[in-house]
């Protein structure tokens, strides 16, 4: 396992595959490592923590032997990325319960709005 923080996404999501594509971009010093969720470390992470192997409707965030599901992993990702996007941290203020049913809408519809991939 890496000692770097590690982004878990579904790899099918076109949506998810712009993220971390963006997330390589600005992130300039390389913290993060990426890992689909179908992937086998992404299927190892979600069986060591009792999570449901075949959801991947959650972008997950492991950092430091924990979790950090939907918004609150979003925004703690953003928050180590280079620019002015580091400023959408500010939205971690806002109730998670709030910020993840606005996420939950958008995983809900991801593949209707944004299309799905065959290939990551």
């Known amino acids: 396992m890496t000692n770097s923080p590690l982004i878990l996404y579904d790899g099918d999501c076109n949506l998810c595959n712009y993220s971390v594509?963006?997330?390589v971009k600005n992130d300039k010093k390389r913290v993060f490592k990426m890992a689909s969720l179908q992937s086998?470390?992404?299927q190892q992470i979600l069986a060591e923590h009792h999570?449901?192997?075949n959801s991947f409707s959650t972008f997950i965030l492991y950092e430091?032997?924990?979790l950090f599901f939907k918004?609150?992993?979003a925004l703690k990702v953003v928050k180590k990325l280079s620019g002015l996007v580091k400023l959408l941290?500010?939205?971690i203020i806002i109730p998670p319960f709030i910020?993840?049913?606005i996420y939950d809408i958008v995983a809900r519809n991801r593949y209707k709005w944004f299309g799905k991939s065959d290939v990551c």
């Open 21 to 23: 594509r963006f997330v």
């Open 40 to 42: 086998e470390l992404g």
């Open 64 to 66: 430091n032997g924990k």
């Open 89 to 91: 941290y500010i939205f």
């Open 71 to 73: 918004s609150t992993a």
């Open 99 to 101: 910020r993840n049913f």
């Open 51 to 53: 999570l449901n192997e």
